[in-house]
């Protein structure tokens, strides 16, 4: 089992940045993969970023590329999200996910380990 704690969400105004941050507890050493998702009221939950633990190889939404930056420590124990230039439909909750199995397919989209949710909510 894996555990995450997101923080780092809060209110600002539009263009403004946050930075998310997830910490792993538990089975980490099985990590195959880490993203971030966010899911918008009324909307689906989509995928935002998402890292392979192997490779390092990262995978960015069209909607936020050249705005977010995904990072892990050097223990790889906690993984971040850089935003920057917050938009107002970025507001969303934001879920740190976790997987432990090699699944095939970029990027990965299936996830057995789920955060409780972060609320970022960017203010025009």
């Known amino acids: 089992q894996v555990q995450l704690v997101e923080s780092g969400g809060g209110l600002v105004q539009a263009g403004a940045s946050l930075r998310l941050s997830c910490a792993a507890s538990g089975r980490t050493f099985s990590t195959t993969a880490m993203g971030w998702f966010r899911q918008a009221p009324g909307k689906e939950r989509e995928l935002v970023a998402t890292?392979?633990?192997?490779?390092?190889?990262?995978y960015y939404a069209d909607s936020v590329k050249g705005r977010f930056t995904f990072s892990r420590d050097s223990a790889k124990t906690t993984v971040y999200l850089q935003m920057n230039s917050l938009k107002s439909e970025d507001t969303a909750v934001y879920y740190c996910?976790?997987?432990?199995?090699?699944?095939?397919?970029?990027?990965?989209?299936?996830?057995?380990?789920w955060g409780q949710g972060t609320q970022v909510t960017v203010s025009s």
């Open positions: 890292i392979s633990w192997r490779s390092g190889d990262i």
């Open positions: 996910a976790s997987d432990d199995v090699y699944r095939g397919g970029w990027p990965p989209l299936t996830y057995n380990y």
